[in-house]
């Protein structure tokens, strides 16, 4: 055979075969890759001048300040609405204050100044032999109180005071006189406690003269002070104890009177706050 004789060529087998597509597919995604990176590129940004930022200050400035404003407004209308409803809550306490307030003085008449005006006489007079009804009367009833507490509407005073929102009545003029009010009727209540110590101290004091029985018959089963078909004799008349139940009872009737006077002041002062808001926020009589 000649040496130049071509040897017949061969299949390329599986292994060629499989390589040459590997490279292939590694030379196409090299080729990919070098597409995409020359895809993604950074785009060029357009350089804003002064003018455009200072107008975007502007803007964001007029925006925060016009919610500012609106936020104001807002809770204005809010705070006169709240203070038309605590000025007319103020108006019906006062309104009840004036109904009830008589019904106080006429108590301190019935109760303090009568029987302070009639017991100094009665005692000077007075035996253990002798009617002495309304000895019993008189004392029963002078010891007893009735605070103002009771008479007076604190409601919205008071849920002013807990909200704190005593602000939010805008009229000096109101505000004072309202504050000036509820003063007043703290000094009353403060003066009925001093009260109430001194009757305690004539109950104490009166015990020698009085009887225990006679004294429980000037009261019926709902506690109401009444003139009783028997007649009550005193314990003792000891000159002593009556001077200084007498005493007492001057005390008791000089400070009853004058608590009386301020209760009366009270009153007016509500209907002329009346007239007040009626003239500053138009609230109907």
């Known amino acids: 055979m000649s040496e130049n004789q071509d040897f017949p060529k061969q299949p390329p087998n599986e292994e060629t075969a499989a390589e040459t597509g590997q490279q292939d597919s590694t030379i196409s995604l090299s080729e990919a890759s070098a597409t995409n990176m020359e895809v993604h590129h950074h785009p060029n940004v357009e350089k804003k001048n002064f003018k455009e930022y200072f107008l975007e200050f502007i803007m964001i400035f007029l925006a925060v300040t016009m919610g500012f404003f609106a936020e104001n407004i807002r809770e204005h209308f809010v705070n006169k609405e709240k203070e038309n409803q605590y000025i007319k809550s103020f108006y019906e306490d006062l309104s009840n204050d004036e109904r009830n307030l ?129 007649t009550l004799y005193l314990r003792s008349t000891n000159a002593d104890v009556i001077n200084d139940c007498l005493l007492g009872i001057s005390n008791i009737k000089s400070l009853s009177r004058g608590v009386s006077q301020m209760i009366i002041g009270i009153k007016r002062k509500a209907g002329n706050i009346k007239q007040l808001i009626h003239s500053k926020y138009g609230i109907e009589k």
Request: charged share 20%; hydrophobic share 40%; no cysteine.
């Open 102 to 230: 008589p019904a106080l003085i006429e108590s301190i008449r019935y109760s303090q100044l009568i029987p302070g005006d009639s017991l100094p006489a009665l005692l000077s007079s007075a035996s253990t032999t002798t009617h002495a009804n309304n000895i019993y009367r008189f004392f029963r009833l002078i010891i007893r109180q009735q605070g103002i507490g009771v008479f007076v509407t604190s409601r919205t005073i008071e849920q002013l005071k807990n909200a704190g929102d005593m602000r939010l009545i805008t009229n000096k003029q109101i505000a004072d006189n309202l504050i000036d009010y509820y003063k007043d009727i703290a000094f009353v209540a403060d003066l009925q406690q001093y009260l109430g110590m001194m009757k305690g101290d004539l109950l104490k004091g009166s015990r020698p003269l009085l009887n225990s029985f006679d004294y429980d018959k000037v009261a019926d089963s709902l506690d109401n002070i009444v003139d009783p078909p028997a």
